[in-house]
């Protein structure tokens, strides 16, 4: 579900549960689109269905939402002050949606996001291993392991990175990333996102075809949060484009070949070695073609970086 596609979808699938709704947030905003969600939520729990909300706190309307959730017979939590959820993750009964939607009315109409709606029993059923231990004990890491084979491998909090390496060391034809994020830094040049940088400059030299897009809304152009990135990039000759500074591209997507994944991780040292997270690896040219599709739609409507830019 790319842009704003997913929210017909988690309405549907909170209407249509009939056994379990967990949801794990970094933020929720009681407005405009979210509002209809937590309606639904609240509703799902009026019919009996077993319905748990936990959120990180640090957005400023997860309290009042939250409120509203559990005056409507929802089970609410707030996580660990000392971590943080940066998940998007919803489970209804077999069906597990994870992302980078957070629960805003913007992620829902406006932004540039990408997250994937899978039906799996025991896809479905790491995640609720996952969401389990954050649920009653929110500031542990769960370390779960993935033994299971096919073309969908769930990645939790730290089985993300690998996999994103993994994926730009393999690639032999093609990488395309769309990214909110990529904070490297010269400061440390063997950080996780150092290495990130470095396959896709590597993939490029090696003749695979590499195109990043990346965010230039303000918060991010402002703060320089991908300045060290691009200018590594560019120098390592790879295409770089930025979206209209007046769309939030908030997606964290990567495809190498006929691999995609799907996270709300952004490129940085939080996101990939603290925070809480859930992504998706489809190994399906049927499920790359028409992110690839997107991507260069969002590259028409982008502006190519030259060095020195």
């Given at each position: 579900m790319l842009d704003g596609d997913l929210h017909p979808l988690l309405i549907d699938a909170i209407s249509g549960a009939t056994q379990r709704i967990d949801v794990a947030q970094y933020t929720l905003y009681d407005s405009g689109a979210v509002s209809q969600l937590i309606d639904a939520l609240i509703s799902a729990a009026g019919r009996g269905i077993p319905v748990r909300v936990l959120a990180d706190e640090a957005a400023s309307g997860t309290e009042s939402a939250?409120?509203?959730l559990s005056a409507g017979g929802v089970d609410t939590r707030l996580d660990d002050a000392a971590v943080?959820?940066?998940t998007k993750l919803l489970i209804a009964d077999e069906h597990t949606i994870v992302g980078s939607h957070n629960w805003s009315s913007a992620a829902m109409t406006s932004n540039h996001e990408g997250s994937v709606m899978v039906w799996s029993?025991?896809?479905t059923l790491h995640y609720a291993e996952f969401f389990e231990s954050l649920w009653s004990r929110p500031a542990v890491d769960p370390a779960l392991h993935w033994s299971g084979d096919g073309p969908l491998t769930p990645l939790t909090n730290r089985a993300v990175y690998p996999a994103l390496f993994d994926c730009?060391?393999?690639a032999s034809t093609r990488v395309r990333v769309v990214m909110y994020?990529?904070?490297?830094s010269m400061t440390y040049p063997d950080s996780e996102v150092a290495r990130l940088v470095d396959g896709l400059i590597a993939a490029q030299?090696?003749?695979?075809?590499?195109?990043v897009i990346l965010d230039a809304s303000t918060w991010i152009v402002d703060n320089a949060i991908n300045d060290h990135a691009i200018s590594r990039l560019r120098d390592g000759g790879v295409p770089v484009w930025r979206?209209?500074?007046?769309v939030t591209t908030h997606a964290k997507v990567l495809v190498c070949d006929d691999t995609t994944i799907i996270s709300d991780a952004n490129w940085s040292y939080s996101a990939l070695t603290a925070y809480h997270g859930a992504s998706l690896q489809l190994d399906d040219a049927a499920?790359?073609?028409p992110v690839v599709a997107w991507w260069s739609l969002l590259k028409a409507d982008s502006t190519a970086i030259t060095s020195g830019q």
């Amino acid at each position: 579900m790319l842009d704003g596609d997913l929210h017909p979808l988690l309405i549907d699938a909170i209407s249509g549960a009939t056994q379990r709704i967990d949801v794990a947030q970094y933020t929720l905003y009681d407005s405009g689109a979210v509002s209809q969600l937590i309606d639904a939520l609240i509703s799902a729990a009026g019919r009996g269905i077993p319905v748990r909300v936990l959120a990180d706190e640090a957005a400023s309307g997860t309290e009042s939402a939250l409120a509203r959730l559990s005056a409507g017979g929802v089970d609410t939590r707030l996580d660990d002050a000392a971590v943080t959820t940066h998940t998007k993750l919803l489970i209804a009964d077999e069906h597990t949606i994870v992302g980078s939607h957070n629960w805003s009315s913007a992620a829902m109409t406006s932004n540039h996001e990408g997250s994937v709606m899978v039906w799996s029993p025991a896809v479905t059923l790491h995640y609720a291993e996952f969401f389990e231990s954050l649920w009653s004990r929110p500031a542990v890491d769960p370390a779960l392991h993935w033994s299971g084979d096919g073309p969908l491998t769930p990645l939790t909090n730290r089985a993300v990175y690998p996999a994103l390496f993994d994926c730009l060391s393999a690639a032999s034809t093609r990488v395309r990333v769309v990214m909110y994020a990529i904070a490297d830094s010269m400061t440390y040049p063997d950080s996780e996102v150092a290495r990130l940088v470095d396959g896709l400059i590597a993939a490029q030299g090696r003749g695979v075809d590499v195109g990043v897009i990346l965010d230039a809304s303000t918060w991010i152009v402002d703060n320089a949060i991908n300045d060290h990135a691009i200018s590594r990039l560019r120098d390592g000759g790879v295409p770089v484009w930025r979206t209209p500074e007046g769309v939030t591209t908030h997606a964290k997507v990567l495809v190498c070949d006929d691999t995609t994944i799907i996270s709300d991780a952004n490129w940085s040292y939080s996101a990939l070695t603290a925070y809480h997270g859930a992504s998706l690896q489809l190994d399906d040219a049927a499920v790359a073609e028409p992110v690839v599709a997107w991507w260069s739609l969002l590259k028409a409507d982008s502006t190519a970086i030259t060095s020195g830019q």
